[in-house]
């Protein structure tokens, strides 16, 4: 059982819109700016898509955008594509005794 | 651009010590700016932290796994490693290793992984 708890799966068709959600507690998504996620095609290296809740690397496409309320933060594809399929993964930093935890993953299917 | 490599056997015994090795390649291990991890994932499975190292030396561990892991670098071959003991079937996963920049928080380069089977 994962400490962040997201949703195993979401779907949507090219074009339109999903949020990926991702609940934690107080100790962690709650209490800190540092919430990342990550985008995972299987067999690739995992690649950091949102960090310190909101904001986008370098070469990250706009159409990806993180928030965050109280617990639970918040991962939005809009006008999805074909290559956003993947599966993704939060995570948030918990403080200097647990350091890092991690969502279970969402598989995303663009329809 | 930097790369990270995993390598080591994929077939642990149960109550052995698991090793795994990261190569950093286009870059130095050295930089002041990253710490340096190891995360894995078991087979259906969402990802688990495992600890990190600093060049200086420094380790933080996940608490669960904290008296069986063993991280290390070594800066001259510009890798560092990872020492799970006393394994067990829990302990198949595919492992990563991931650079964490300081400056924004996030595990921004990671491994393909490498998948490590706990089996007699």
């Known amino acids: 059982q994962s400490a962040l708890t997201q949703p195993a799966s979401v779907s949507g068709s090219p074009g339109q819109s999903i949020t990926i959600s991702c609940t934690g507690t107080?100790?962690?998504?709650?209490?800190?700016?540092?919430v990342s996620w990550y985008q995972h095609h299987p067999g690739k290296a995992p690649k950091v898509m949102i960090y310190?809740?909101?904001k986008r690397p370098s070469g990250v496409s706009n159409r990806f955008s993180g928030s965050k309320s109280g617990n639970t933060a918040s991962l939005t594809i809009s006008g999805l594509q074909a290559e956003d399929e993947a599966d993704y993964y939060c995570?948030?930093?918990?403080?200097?005794?647990?350091?890092?935890?991690f969502g279970g993953g969402t598989k995303l299917t663009v329809l | 651009q930097v790369q990270l490599q995993e390598s080591g056997p994929g077939l642990v015994k149960p109550s052995e010590t698991l090793s795994l090795t990261c190569t950093v390649s286009?870059?130095?291990?050295?930089?002041?700016?990253?710490?340096w991890s190891w995360i894995r994932q078991p087979a259906g499975k969402g990802l688990e932290w495992i600890g990190r190292?600093?060049?200086?030396?420094?380790?933080n561990y996940n608490p669960s796994l904290k008296s069986r892991v063993t991280i290390s670098v070594d800066t001259s071959k510009n890798q560092f490693s990872l020492k799970l003991s006393s394994v067990t079937a829990a302990d198949t996963a595919v492992y990563y290793c991931?650079?964490?920049?300081?400056?924004?928080?996030?595990?921004?380069?990671w491994g393909q992984g490498t998948m490590v089977t706990v089996s007699s």
């Open positions: 190292i600093y060049t200086s030396g420094s380790t």
């Open positions: 991931a650079r964490r920049d300081t400056r924004t928080d996030a595990f921004d380069i």
């Open positions: 995570c948030s930093y918990a403080g200097s005794s647990t350091f890092w935890v």
């Open positions: 107080s100790s962690d998504v709650g209490s800190y700016n540092a």
């Open positions: 286009g870059g130095s291990i050295s930089s002041g700016s990253y710490y």
């Open positions: 310190e809740g909101s």
